[in-house]
């Protein structure tokens, strides 16, 4: 399921951590420009563990997210594992679990 409002380049700099939908944690690394197939795109750089770069189509950024969680500085994701992808299923399966707060909400 995507978000319905994309991030905005603006709120984007060089160096922010991202969190990709399929790849995890990523850094932020610029805007660049190529040419494919005889068309110039824009795409949004991403670094990722193991010298992993993902060229992300700014057309293609619901995909990702800002990483926010202040004062920790997380660990790049290496593109291809598995282990997003299960560390992503459990968190959902964990909001999806009866709170056992002891104020009872």
Not at 7 to 20: E, S
Not at 50 to 75: H, S
């Amino acid at each position: 399921k995507r978000k319905s409002t994309p991030i905005l380049l603006d709120d984007l700099k060089k160096g922010d951590f991202v969190v990709h939908e399929n790849h995890g944690i990523g850094k932020f690394n610029g805007l660049v420009q190529i040419e494919v197939l005889g068309k110039k795109g824009e795409f949004a750089e991403i670094l990722y563990a193991g010298d992993d770069k993902l060229l992300l189509p700014i057309e293609n950024l619901d995909l990702i997210d800002r990483y926010i969680a202040p004062g920790i500085v997380p660990t790049l994701d290496k593109m291809g594992k598995s282990s997003f992808i299960k560390n992503k299923q459990k968190a959902k399966e964990n909001c999806a679990l009866p709170c056992t707060c002891r104020d009872g909400s």
